[in-house]
Protein backbone atom coordinates (compact mmCIF):
# COMPACT_ATOMS: atom_id res chain seq x y z
CA UNK A 1 0.00 0.00 0.00
CA UNK A 2 1.05 3.27 -1.23
CA UNK A 3 0.24 6.04 1.02
CA UNK A 4 -0.79 9.56 -1.27
CA UNK A 5 2.33 11.36 -1.47
CA UNK A 6 1.95 14.93 -1.29
CA UNK A 7 3.66 18.11 -1.43
CA UNK A 8 5.28 20.41 1.73
CA UNK A 9 4.77 23.60 1.47
CA UNK A 10 6.72 26.20 3.57
CA UNK A 11 6.78 30.03 3.88
CA UNK A 12 10.58 31.83 4.98
CA UNK A 13 10.45 34.74 6.76
CA UNK A 14 7.93 37.42 7.35
CA UNK A 15 4.49 37.53 4.93
CA UNK A 16 4.16 41.43 4.75
CA UNK A 17 2.34 43.00 2.08
CA UNK A 18 5.42 44.13 -0.25
CA UNK A 19 7.76 42.46 0.94
CA UNK A 20 9.60 40.09 -1.14
CA UNK A 21 9.34 36.61 0.65
CA UNK A 22 9.82 33.23 -0.55
CA UNK A 23 8.14 29.62 0.00
CA UNK A 24 9.52 26.11 -0.56
CA UNK A 25 8.06 23.25 -1.73
CA UNK A 26 9.29 20.16 -0.57
CA UNK A 27 8.48 16.54 -1.98
CA UNK A 28 9.78 13.08 -1.03
CA UNK A 29 9.58 10.17 -3.90
CA UNK A 30 7.74 7.37 -1.82
CA UNK A 31 7.57 4.94 -5.05
CA UNK A 32 10.62 2.21 -5.19
CA UNK A 33 11.23 4.17 -8.78
CA UNK A 34 12.94 7.32 -10.53
CA UNK A 35 10.49 9.17 -11.33
CA UNK A 36 10.69 10.96 -14.55
CA UNK A 37 9.58 13.64 -16.29
CA UNK A 38 8.64 15.75 -13.19
CA UNK A 39 6.93 18.82 -13.14
CA UNK A 40 5.93 21.10 -10.84
CA UNK A 41 3.55 23.86 -10.62
CA UNK A 42 3.07 26.31 -8.01
CA UNK A 43 0.51 29.40 -8.06
CA UNK A 44 -1.04 31.68 -5.49
CA UNK A 45 -3.82 33.53 -6.71
CA UNK A 46 -3.59 37.51 -5.58
CA UNK A 47 0.29 36.67 -4.76
CA UNK A 48 2.37 35.20 -7.76
CA UNK A 49 1.58 34.04 -10.98
CA UNK A 50 1.48 30.74 -12.07
CA UNK A 51 4.84 29.41 -12.21
CA UNK A 52 6.49 26.21 -13.49
CA UNK A 53 9.81 24.13 -13.67
CA UNK A 54 10.78 20.95 -15.20
CA UNK A 55 12.68 18.58 -13.03
CA UNK A 56 13.56 15.97 -14.83
CA UNK A 57 13.53 12.84 -12.24
CA UNK A 58 14.06 12.24 -8.65
CA UNK A 59 15.16 9.04 -7.32
CA UNK A 60 13.39 7.17 -5.06
CA UNK A 61 13.35 7.85 -1.88
CA UNK A 62 15.16 11.58 -2.28
CA UNK A 63 13.60 14.70 -1.63
CA UNK A 64 13.27 17.28 -3.81
CA UNK A 65 12.89 21.18 -2.52
CA UNK A 66 11.92 24.31 -4.21
CA UNK A 67 12.26 27.81 -3.41
CA UNK A 68 10.36 30.28 -5.42
CA UNK A 69 10.40 34.48 -4.06
CA UNK A 70 7.63 36.42 -4.50
CA UNK A 71 6.54 39.54 -3.72
CA UNK A 72 2.64 39.68 -2.06
CA UNK A 73 0.76 43.21 -3.04
CA UNK A 74 -1.95 43.03 -0.68
CA UNK A 75 -2.70 42.18 2.83
CA UNK A 76 -5.41 39.05 3.44
CA UNK A 77 -5.60 35.32 3.75
CA UNK A 78 -4.07 33.72 0.68
CA UNK A 79 -3.66 30.49 -0.32
CA UNK A 80 -0.48 28.98 -2.14
CA UNK A 81 -0.88 25.70 -4.00
CA UNK A 82 1.40 23.19 -5.60
CA UNK A 83 0.92 20.38 -8.21
CA UNK A 84 3.46 17.54 -9.11
CA UNK A 85 3.31 15.38 -11.95
CA UNK A 86 5.01 12.85 -13.44
CA UNK A 87 4.97 9.82 -15.53
CA UNK A 88 4.10 7.65 -12.82
CA UNK A 89 2.93 9.61 -10.27
CA UNK A 90 -0.19 12.28 -11.01
CA UNK A 91 -1.89 15.35 -9.49
CA UNK A 92 0.27 15.23 -6.34
CA UNK A 93 -0.84 18.52 -4.10
CA UNK A 94 0.00 20.69 -1.29
CA UNK A 95 -1.32 23.58 -0.14
CA UNK A 96 -0.75 26.59 2.14
CA UNK A 97 -3.30 29.09 3.40
CA UNK A 98 -1.15 32.10 4.49
CA UNK A 99 -1.63 35.40 6.24
CA UNK A 100 -0.01 38.56 4.11
CA UNK A 101 0.36 41.22 7.17
CA UNK A 102 0.02 45.07 6.43
CA UNK A 103 2.95 47.08 5.75
Not at 79 to 87: G, V
Amino acid sequence: LVHCPFLVLQTKGELVAGKETSVIVEFTNPLKQTLENVTLRLEGPGMLRTIKKQFGRIPMNSTLTWEVKFTPMRPGLRRLIASLNSDALRHVYGELNVQIQKP
